[in-house]
Each structure stands twice: as structure tokens, then as C-alpha cells.
């Protein structure tokens, strides 16, 4: 398929760049596959809408504050964006300006770190070897100190700004039930920030389940499709974590499973697909990576539904709900756009930090 079939057009005040005031007081676009009947609400009325008990799946990543604003010695700005650790305290980071940051080049912030540019790699990124004051023992307890959260681009927030309110995105752009212990996505499971503690209460007193993984979201979630033909396009990997717990969940075949948000679903649909077939060890935690590109017409195996948010035109994201909302049929992305434009008409707010969408 031509990847131009994934473009809609939304309009400019659609995209939200503040969440609503409440996070359980943003709206929800409920979509039944069976009936195609669209109702619309808002998030905190979810538990009227769901039609019996499900295992909830939920990615509990924390998003690490890996935006940094250095200096070279010149003074000129620098900024830098942890990717992924390699050893010790050296990091695959995204340099800016990188073409001014050659190898050996020197960078950092007074009485917090210097960092040595190592090496050039060949999509962009660099490899930086950060030496820290002795008050740190690694480079994530630096940026949870100086860093800030790294919000996408459409959100347009002057974060080196000395106006900029680090607290309220630090608290916005992060679920409720984020583990601390685990400062490991460079990017929100935006899914799940519509969930309160008054919520989930209520929802577990209806005799719903929530079940806990960890899928490191990476930085490719901000990335289009950059191909011509959506099948030629190639996936970047993901790493994720799923306890005992989750897995002895998984292994319940009898309660309807339900995934909160992309990542949550890209997690438990790779595990799944990789044990088609076969008993569930449920003994010991599995760690493994999700490289699994899903787009139609392919078919989900492993929720039976799903909360999302409304994503950006020629997204993977895209490709993955219209595969849920239609199973082995091609007709879910025109089926998910006409859904775009009813949300739209309905002055649904989009992206990271917009509405929602449950499907059932």
C-alpha cells in the first residue's frame, strides 16, 4: 500500500499542546468494531462503557528526563538527547547542532558534567562519553537533576527557556502509575495519562484487573514513515519487560484482555506472536525486543480491546489501529480516518497530549 493512504488533514487547533485540566476530563471517542456505532463522553465515564471484566495491560515506563541543555567552551548552546546506555556512562545521544560536534569536541554544564563526543554514527546519532560530578552515581540521576522531559516537537515549548514550567510537563507527560524505577522511555505512553487513582479504584471495584509491563519507548515513536510503500517500511526495536504476574495474565484465556495505549499492545501482541502455540513459561520475567511492524492486513492476537490516542498522519500508530480495527482486511485505515474526521467535526483534541479513543 502507498503510504499516502495514512494522510488526513487536521486542522492546526486540534493538536493539543496542554492536556485538560483534569486528566480523566479529556474526552473519549468509544468505537464498537461489531456495530461501528461511535459514542462520545469523556475518559472518566470508561467504566460504563466496557461490557463485562478485562485484563487491563499497562506499560509502566517512566519517562526519563533525557533532554539536556549544555555549552561548549565557546559558549555556543548545545543540546543533547539521551537515547540508550552502551556502558558505564556512555550513551547513544541526538546531538544538536551535530554537524558542529566533531569527534573529540567537548561539551557540558558547570559543576554537573562534561561530555566528550566519541563518535559519529551513521543515522545521526552520536556516541558521548559523560564524566559526572561525584554527586551522581550515573547519567540518569544527572538528568532527573538538569533534564528536562522530551516533548514532541508539535507540542512547541521553548523548554530552554527561563520561563519554560519544567514541573508541569515533568507531572503532565507522565502517568499516574509511571515506575520510578524504571526512567527508561524517551517518550510518554500517552494512553495511559488519561488514568486518575479515583478511576482505577472504581474500576478495580467493578472487578477489572490491571497487569503491569515495561516497554522502552523509544525515540522512533516520533518518526513517520519514511518510505513510499507502507510494507517496505523497517521498524525500530524496542526493548520491554514482562513480570511473572503479567505473564501469569496473559495465560488467562478466559478474561478479555484490554491494552492501554500502542505500547502496551506492541509488547503483548510480539510476546504473543512469538509463543503462538506454546505453554506459557510464567516462572521467570521475560525481557526481549519488539521489532514487529503490524499494519494491514494483518490481524492482532493479543487484546481484545484497546485505548488509544489519535496519532499523527503516516504513523506506524496508524498502521497498528487500523489493523485492531479491522482484522485481515485492508478497509481499517479508511475506516480509522472516517473515524479522524467524526472526531475532528467533534472538536477532539489530537496527539500526545489530546483525547482519547476506546475501541471495543
Not at 551535530?98 to 567537548?106: F, M, P, Q, T
Amino acid at each position: 500500500m502507498d503510504c499516502s493512504v495514512l494522510d488526513y488533514i487536521l486542522p492546526e487547533e486540534r493538536i493539543a499542546r496542554f492536556p485538560a485540566q483534569k486528566r480523566d476530563e479529556s474526552k473519549l471517542l468509544v468505537f464498537d468494531r461489531k456495530t461501528h456505532k461511535i459514542t462520545h463522553s469523556i475518559f472518566k465515564e470508561l467504566p460504563t462503557f466496557l461490557p463485562h471484566k478485562f485484563n487491563f495491560f499497562r506499560n509502566d515506563a517512566s519517562v526519563l528526563k533525557a533532554r539536556i541543555f549544555a555549552k561548549k567552551d565557546t559558549g555556543a548552546n548545545v543540546e543533547c538527547l539521551l537515547l540508550t546506555p552502551i556502558e558505564d556512562n556512555k550513551w547513544n545521544c541526538m546531538l544538536r547542532p551535530a554537524k558542529r560536534l566533531k569527534n573529540g569536541a567537548v561539551f557540558g554544564v558547570e559543576n554537573v558534567f562534561s561530555a566528550t563526543v566519541l563518535e559519529h554514527l551513521e543515522n545521526g546519532n552520536c556516541i558521548v562519553d559523560f564524566k559526572l560530578a561525584s554527586r551522581f552515581n550515573n547519567a540518569v540521576e544527572m538528568a532527573e537533576e538538569i533534564g528536562v522531559v522530551p516533548l514532541p516537537p508539535y507540542i512547541r515549548r521553548n523548554q530552554n527557556s527561563p520561563d519554560y514550567d519544567r514541573t508541569f510537563d515533568n507531572t503532565r507527560y507522565e502517568t499516574i502509575y509511571a515506575n520510578s524505577q524504571k526512567r527508561v522511555a524517551a517518550a510518554a505512553p500517552t494512553a495511559g495519562l488519561h488514568f486518575t487513582d479515583e478511576l482505577i479504584t472504581n474500576l478495580k471495584a467493578q472487578g477489572h484487573i490491571f497487569n503491569n509491563l515495561t516497554l522502552h519507548v523509544g525515540i522512533g515513536t516520533f518518526q513517520p514513515l519514511k518510505t513510499d510503500v507502507i510494507e517496505d517500511h523497517k521498524m525500530h526495536g524496542e526493548l520491554y519487560e514482562i513480570p511473572t504476574s503479567t505473564l501469569e495474565a496473559l495465560n488467562n484465556k478466559l478474561l478479555p484482555r484490554l491494552a492501554v495505549g500502542t505500547t502496551s499492545l506492541r509488547a503483548i501482541e510480539d510476546f504473543s506472536r512469538k509463543n503462538i502455540g506454546k505453554q506459557i513459561d510464567t516462572s521467570k520475567p521475560v525481557i526481549d525486543t519488539a521489532s514487529l511492524f503490524v499494519y494491514p492486513p494483518q490481524r492482532v492476537i493479543s487484546a481484545d480491546a484497546m485505548i488509544t490516542n489519535f496519532h499523527l498522519p503516516r504513523s506506524t500508530l496508524m498502521c497498528l489501529i487500523a489493523t485492531f480495527l479491522t482484522p485481515e482486511s485492508e478497509n481499517g485505515i479508511e475506516l480509522l480516518k472516517d473515524i479522524y474526521r467524526q472526531a475532528i467535526e467533534h472538536k477532539y483534541n489530537f496527539y500526545s497530549y489530546g483525547d482519547a479513543m476506546l475501541i471495543l
